[in-house]
């Protein structure tokens, strides 16, 4: 009966007990199907974004722009852009132009002046330090989805 009993106890541990907390996984054909699901759902500034997961200190989201978005201010969060699909030149750098307040820590300007400009494609990667202005432009007729990690700091 021992050998039985102990079979069996040994089995229960090798069953799979479910991915950790915190464990997160979105696979590559997932993440390119979000540029079809949020087109649908673009505002007026022709951009489309959804929260996928919060669990601490920083968050993952999803986003989509067919046009050019505001100049974005982050006191307290960095930005990790991955880029799945598309291209758009990204400013960074310099100064908001009349900035305003949007949230706690959070400001936008209709553009960036003295900022710096880097093409970005498929595949490619860029972190944003918190406190860094930072625009996605996109050329007329262009379009882009990125997955962002925000981190706060």
């Keep these: 009966m021992k050998p039985i009993a102990l079979l069996l106890l040994s089995a229960a541990f090798a069953l799979?007990?479910?991915?950790?907390?915190?464990?997160?996984?979105?696979k590559s054909s997932e993440l390119k199907g979000y540029a079809k699901t949020l087109a649908p759902k673009m505002n007026a500034q022709h951009v489309a974004s959804q929260v996928l997961a919060n669990p601490g200190n920083y968050h993952f989201q999803i986003a989509h722009r067919e046009g050019s978005g505001e100049g974005e201010w982050h006191e307290k969060a960095a930005?990790?852009?991955?880029?799945?699909?598309?291209?758009?030149?990204?400013?960074?750098?310099?100064?908001?132009?009349?900035?305003r307040q949007t949230g706690a820590g959070e400001m936008r300007s209709a553009s960036i002046r003295g900022g710096m400009e880097k093409p970005l494609a498929?595949?490619?990667?860029?972190?944003?330090?918190?406190k860094?202005?930072?625009?996605?432009?996109?050329?007329?007729?262009?379009?882009?989805?990125y997955f962002v990690v925000k981190v706060d700091q």
Excluded at 16 to 26: C, I, R, S, Y
């Design 16 to 26: 799979p007990a479910g991915d950790p907390a915190g464990f997160l996984l979105w």
């Design 79 to 99: 930005d990790i852009f991955f880029v799945q699909s598309g291209e758009a030149t990204l400013v960074y750098g310099g100064e908001l132009v009349n900035g």
């Design 122 to 130: 498929a595949g490619d990667v860029v972190t944003i330090p918190a």
């Design 132 to 145: 860094m202005p930072h625009q996605m432009k996109l050329a007329a007729g262009k379009e882009i989805t």
